[in-house]
Nanobody, 120 residues
Framework: QVQLVESGGGLVQPGGSLRLSCAAS???????????MNWYRQAPGKGRELVAA????????NYADSMKGRFTISRDNAKNTVYLQMNSLKPEDTAVYYC??????????WGQGTQVTVSS
């Protein structure tokens, strides 16, 4: 059974940094490397939005406009883990951050989320 477990969230002051990790289990062999990996977030009272994405294969990345230049997504297929480095954090980055693994057209898995709070 596939499981995604996020970690690394917490309370940080504006301008600070956090590094989120998402450890995937239940993938056999090289299967994890076939999945596109994504980070989403959901702030209180708002819908879930895509933060960053990294493809399978060459690992091309894509970011929401408000995260470009501040966030970096990466993956380590040997460790079945994806990361989100978040710098220059702002109060509006406060949200629950979710890891997502997707293999179109049908396979999609979600983690349970990790809380990130940016506040002084």
């Amino acid at each position: 059974q596939v499981q995604l477990v996020e970690s690394g969230g917490g309370l940080v002051q504006p301008g600070g940094s956090l590094r989120l990790s998402c450890a995937a289990s239940g993938f056999t062999g090289f299967v994890f490397s076939l999945y596109a990996m994504n980070w989403y977030r959901q702030a209180p009272g708002k819908g879930r939005e895509l933060v960053a994405a990294i493809t399978s294969g060459v690992g091309s990345t894509n970011y929401a406009d408000s995260m470009k230049g501040r966030f970096t997504i990466s993956r380590d297929n040997a460790k079945n883990t994806v990361y989100l480095q978040m710098n220059s954090l702002k109060p509006e980055d406060t949200a629950v951050y979710y890891c997502n693994a997707a293999l179109p057209p049908f396979l999609k898995y979600w983690g349970q989320g990790t809380q990130v709070t940016v506040s002084s």
